[in-house]
């Protein structure tokens, strides 16, 4: 018996290859151009010499002797007239040349901070010293010049002199930076010769009309052998430097671009076509390179594709195959003698399903199941072999949708092989793939042997993904029809018969024998023996004693019931209960029906005038807002001007239109409704819908205020210009069902297209978003102590979350298993909440007179720890004993910035004189608080030379030039007269008793010098200023206040745990 001999890779090492080494694995000089004879036969010495490798049939490689498919290639190489730059180390050869000394050779950093940096750093260090430590020899700088150019001072250095100075370089000093001079010399990037990838990387296809096209690469190596041989020629003949620099130059273009065809400031090499051509870098890199697509990715077999349609009579953790895939779709199962009978029945059916399409002999050959060789196959069949049969009623295949944001997006589901040309998805289930039923598509994997299916079993089946980790919420729960069913179900009365009937048709094993039976009493019979109670039920030992039976007992991510039986009667029973709470709701409501019409949307007259009053005393305060404007007595807030200040009123005013009715519509909308019914049961739509739909849609927002977008003054052309009511800006007072007007359609136009627009751009943004936090994220995982860890052995946390529960389990109170990605999990529960964020929100937070970036933009920003946030801000509170509204209002003027610029009127540069006047704007100075003799204290304090003349400051810069005067004309105005730097707008909250400072613009440093501040509390959004002022930890806990802050002003739930 053959003895198995495995052996572990240790390392792989990946370095330059060495001259001697290029011309070692070389198997052939590579001279001409050329590529096939006159016959079509590979010319020797040229790009398809067959020395290179054997890609046609029928031809053999000279140099293994392999025909295709068993030559793997080898390499050539081509010499080089003259020394070229490799392209992808010029920042090593930059190293060499800046950091070694140019005479001695040797690292430019003494004995003294060789240990105090580590080797990776100490090439960094030694590159800014002018002097040699060791020879004393002064350094001239050499500069890079992008993509491959070398200049000391203003001469040019080449290749050959790169070269010789390199080669100075002595093995101990190399290995003082970390380099391993055996395997790799810094002077080996500049290349003496090339190697020529084999034809197998680079394959001819011979086209429809008989004639060859050549790959990229092959054109791209036949361009640098032109090059070459020109330049050969030229230095043969004696030619001119001049021309024997373009040559080299030529040469070195092409194979930068032979190694990188998209490098900055190269005009990327193209065929006649004008199409760029793809070389090497490019088939590797981004989504479309070869790791991405052919190595971390790949296509495979035993998977189907198609569209899903609903069907609620089959079971949730089923999924309905048609027949045709499942006779192509195969599972391998081995043959023994239990199965052998059954097997054999299978491969006489041979293409009639239930059938077999091939076996597979134990050598691993494979051989297809003929009518003709069916008997022969029966008779050959023995224990051992392997069949790939149809798939079945019972096997078990994954199933998933794209975009698979989270990991309920491919689960095991058992089949069910049935007629049509769809997959059968059972509503409930639609939930965690985030399907609907409006053409989606989906794909089924058929798991090939009995390891893959048993994991798919325990680990993928939807019973185990009933309870998501990203919050606890159940996946899985009654919806639509099942909710509003079991919601009418609850109110009636039946009789034993009609109770009966619907409990036998929805799977219940249960025999009534009371005459008349409750609603309640039927549903309780789906409900095991629990206590439960919310605000809308009480349950209790398995019965409804009182209340609505609606979404919160076995609704999808709100069932809190579901999670109860889950805890107390095992997976099983909680999934069972859903099933059997989801066939009698969909049942129920089938028998009884239920239509919406547009009558059902009709409000009685009273709610129609009550509507129109609320909507005409808006109208009524908003022209009150408008009129007070155009007085000039509006109400201003802190830091915004006039018109800010209205538009901020009328907003506040006109968005409680929608509220109010909404509030009124609530109270007197028909209970009996079927609307109603679907709202109060959670099956679907709310208030909202309904207001809109009877009784006004309210105001349009765009960007964060009304619309005021369109053409001069004003939004349409029906408008009168600087017309500011609500009508000329997007308020529409009519319902859906009495139509839009004109004018009122075009702003709901608008505004659909925004949120149409944003949509499509948050889906590339966020995707990234959550790429970005896989790839960061990827190695954390719990380790058998209950750590978490990442690919280093670095600890990341001691316990999971703090208290080492699963999310997924917190009502189980269970510990998350070891070995769990618990970085991945975090990941997709971010990418698949980023995903519903909106993009483009000025959410107010709480105040509306602040407008602070939130959603997917801020997530992002945090997640990059930008240096600066795009709205900083702080949250001042006060000491106790300023803590009194004119304290802070004080305070609040005391800190605002004030510049030289927003107080100015004018300043005027004088440039015969050499002065710069200053004008000071008195309405200004009055509002800061400020003279104009403080003004020039200050400004003399900050170093001008400034005196104050009548109504004017005037600065004399007699000793500056005139370059100098306009320099110094921005820096004043940029000056700080008062204030505290950086803090622009400001506004006094009141919570509770205390009033808080809030600023646009942060400064933490200066703020917490000052004596109102209460230090503990002061916080900012500047994790980079936190970080430095209160310390890391800080920082941490900001990051997560942050990020909480963001998903619940997007109602976004996303366990702690993850943060």
């Given at each position: ?387 790939e049969r149809h798939l079945q009623d019972g096997d078990v295949v994954l199933f998933n949708r794209h975009p698979s944001l989270h990991r309920a997006s491919l689960m095991a589901h058992f089949v069910r092989v049935l007629p049509g040309r769809t997959f059968r998805v059972h509503p409930a289930a639609a939930n965690p793939y985030n399907a609907d039923f409006d053409g989606d598509e989906m794909n089924i994997h058929s798991p090939q042997n009995e390891e893959a299916r048993a994991e798919s079993k325990i680990l993928l089946d939807v019973k185990q993904n009933l309870i998501s980790p990203k919050n606890n919420t159940n996946l899985i729960g009654c919806i639509v029809d099942a909710v509003t069913g079991n919601y009418l179900l609850g109110q009636k009365e039946f009789t034993r018969e009609e109770a009966n009937q619907l409990l036998y048709k929805s799977g ?550 993850h943060l």
């Open positions: 018996m053959k003895k198995t001999v495995s052996k572990k890779i240790g390392e792989i090492k990946f370095s330059l290859l060495s001259p001697e080494q290029i011309k070692k694995i070389s198997v052939a000089k590579i001279v001409t151009p050329e590529l096939y004879d006159i016959d079509g036969y590979p010319v020797d010495g040229g790009l398809m010499d067959l020395r290179l490798g054997a890609i046609d049939p029928g031809v053999r490689c000279r140099t293994c002797g392999g025909k295709i498919k068993e030559c793997l290639g080898h390499p050539g190489s081509i010499d080089l007239a003259k020394p070229i730059m490799h392209l992808k180390y010029i920042s090593v050869i930059e190293l060499g040349l800046r950091s070694f000394c140019q005479e001695c050779g040797k690292l430019m950093l003494d004995e003294k901070d060789l240990k105090k940096y580590s080797p990776s750093e100490r090439a960094k260090k030694a590159k800014d010293n002018k002097k040699c430590p060791h020879c004393q020899a002064t350094q001239e700088k050499v500069k890079l010049e992008k993509p491959t150019s070398f200049y000391k001072g203003k001469t040019r250095l080449f290749p050959t002199e790169i070269r010789e100075s390199l080669v100075k370089i002595p093995d101990e000093e190399l290995k003082k930076i970390g380099v391993n001079p055996r395997t790799c010399r810094i002077e080996w990037a500049i290349l003496n010769s090339l190697i020529v990838p084999p034809v197998t990387v680079r394959p001819s296809i011979i086209l429809e009309s008989g004639e060859r096209s050549e790959d990229d690469l092959t054109h791209k190596l036949s361009d640098i052998i032109r090059a070459n041989q020109r330049l050969w020629e030229n230095l043969n003949a004696g030619a001119p430097e001049v021309i024997i620099e373009d040559l080299w130059d030529l040469l070195q273009y092409h194979i930068t671009t032979f190694f990188d065809n998209t490098v900055a400031r190269v005009p990327p090499a193209r065929h006649r076509s004008g199409q760029p051509l793809k070389t090497i870098t490019e088939r590797i890199k981004g989504k479309e390179g070869r790791i991405r697509k052919n190595i971390a990715g790949k296509r495979v077999n035993y998977s189907g594709r198609t569209v899903i349609s609903p069907d609620p009579n089959i079971r949730i953790n089923e999924v309905g195959i048609p027949f045709e895939i499942a006779r192509v779709v195969t599972v391998s199962e081995t043959v023994n003698d239990l199965n052998k009978e059954k097997l054999s029945k299978l491969i006489k059916n041979g293409e009639v399903w239930p059938g077999a399409n091939y076996i597979i002999r134990p050598d691993g050959r494979k051989k297809k199941i003929t009518a003709e060789l069916q008997e022969e196959i029966i008779e050959e069949l023995k224990p051992g072999y392997k069949v219940i094993e249960l025999d009534i024998s009371t005459k008349m039976i409750s609603g309640k009493d039927v549903f309780s019979s789906v409900i095991p023996d629990v206590d439960f109670s919310n605000s809308s039920i009480e349950i209790k030992k398995g019965k409804v004693l009182k209340g609505d039976i609606d979404k919160s007992t076995f609704g999808d991510e709100g069932g809190e019931l579901v999670k109860i039986i889950d805890q107390k009667y095992g997976r099983n029973e909680a999934f069972d209960s859903i099933r059997r709470a989801f066939n009698l709701g969909k049942n129920y409501l089938s028998e009884r029906g239920i239509t919406a019409s547009v009558e059902d949307f009709d409000l009685d007259e009273d709610t129609i005038a009550e509507s129109e009053k609320i909507i005409k005393s808006t109208e009524k305060k908003a022209d009150e807002i408008i009129q007070s404007y155009r007085d000039e007595t509006i109400e201003l807030i802190p830091g915004k001007s006039a018109e800010e200040s209205r538009e901020i009123h009328l907003l506040k005013v006109l968005n409680e239109v929608r509220t109010k009715i909404g509030a009124m519509v609530k109270e007197r909308f028909p209970n009996t409704n079927p609307v109603s019914y679907m709202i109060k049961s959670g099956g679907g739509g709310n208030i909202l819908n309904i207001t809109q739909m009877a009784s006004c849609v309210g105001q349009q927002a765009f960007a964060g205020g009304r619309i005021d977008i369109g053409y001069t003054e004003r939004t349409l052309s029906f408008f009168k210009k600087g017309d500011l009511s609500p009508k000329a800006r997007g308020f529409i007072r009519s319902a859906f069902i009495k139509g839009l007007r004109p004018d009122e359609f075009f702003f709901q136009a608008i505004t659909g297209r925004d949120s149409l627009m944003d949509t499509a751009l948050r889906t590339p943004k966020s995707g990234y978003l959550y790429r970005r936090l896989a790839n960061a994220l990827q190695d954390m995982r719990v380790e058998y102590d209950g750590t978490i860890r990442d690919s280093g052995n670095n600890i990341i946390q001691f316990k999971y979350g703090l208290d080492g529960y699963d999310v997924s389990k917190i009502h189980l109170k269970e510990k998350i298993s070891s070995g769990e990605a618990v970085g991945l999990v975090t990941a997709q529960s971010f990418g698949e909440a980023s995903t519903q964020m909106v993009l483009n929100t000025f959410h107010m937070a709480g105040v509306a007179e602040m407008q602070v970036t939130t959603g997917l933009p801020r997530i992002i920003e945090i997640f990059d720890a930008r240096k600066k946030p795009s709205s900083p801000k702080m949250e001042i509170h006060l000491e106790s004993e300023f803590n009194n509204e004119e304290s802070a209002k004080e305070f609040a003027e005391q800190i605002k910035e004030v510049n030289l610029k927003g107080i100015s009127s004018e300043i005027n540069l004088d440039f015969s004189s050499k002065t710069i006047s200053i004008n000071l704007d008195k309405n200004e100075l009055k509002k800061t608080h400020t003279t104009l003799n403080k003004v020039v204290e200050k400004l003399n304090e900050l170093g001008f030379n400034v005196e104050n003349k009548g109504n004017s400051i005037v600065l004399n810069a007699s000793e500056y030039g005139f370059k100098e005067i306009y320099q110094l004309k921005e820096k004043l105005k940029k000056s700080i007269i008062s204030g505290v730097k950086g803090v622009e707008q400001i506004l006094i909250v009141k919570r509770g008793r205390d009033f808080i400072v809030m600023t646009l613009g942060t400064n933490l440093k200066e703020m917490i010098k000052l004596k109102e501040v209460d230090k503990k509390k002061i916080i900012s959004n500047d994790l980079h200023e936190v970080a430095v002022v209160f310390g890391i930890e800080a920082a941490r806990q900001l990051i997560i206040n942050e990020i909480k802050e963001v998903l619940d002003s997007q109602g976004l739930d996303i366990n702690i745990k």
